[in-house]
């Protein structure tokens, strides 16, 4: 029997059949290697889709806290108000009395003095 380039019992033959078996073996490896990165992936994405979904009811709770916030210093600021004017209006009103009341004795004392000249 003649052996030759094409005969496959030649150690060229087998030399082929053994790199595609071996390109085959390197090829599943790859393979498996990109499974395994694809899989840490996706569990990696999962993890991020919790944590995003965690964040976002800490941001919707932030909001209504931060909502109430604002009505509670809206409330707080007119009660102030309202309590400096009160304080404005009882000053003036204290002003009113003292003045009238100095007015009283200012009016008493010119008063009375000038009726002891007419009497005179």
């Known amino acids: 029997m003649k052996t030759g380039p094409t005969d496959p ?3 060229q033959g087998l030399s082929t059949e053994e790199n595609g078996e071996s390109r085959l073996k390197q090829a599943r490896e790859d393979v498996d290697e990109v499974k395994i990165i694809m899989l840490d992936n996706m569990n990696k994405a999962r993890e991020r889709e919790g944590k995003l979904g ?3 009811n800490r941001a919707d709770e932030l909001e209504k806290k931060s909502k109430v916030f604002c009505k509670t210093a809206v409330q707080v600021k007119q009660k102030k108000r309202w309590e400096n004017m009160k304080l404005k209006w009882i000053a ?4 009113a009395v003292v003045i009238v009341i100095l007015i009283i004795v200012l009016a008493i ?3 009375s003095g000038s009726g002891v000249k007419n009497a005179t």
Request: hydrophobic share 40%; glycine share 16%; aromatic share 8%.
């Open 54 to 56: 965690e964040l976002e």
């Open 92 to 95: 003036v009103g204290i002003s």
């Open 109 to 111: 004392i010119f008063g």
């Open 9 to 11: 019992n030649t150690t």
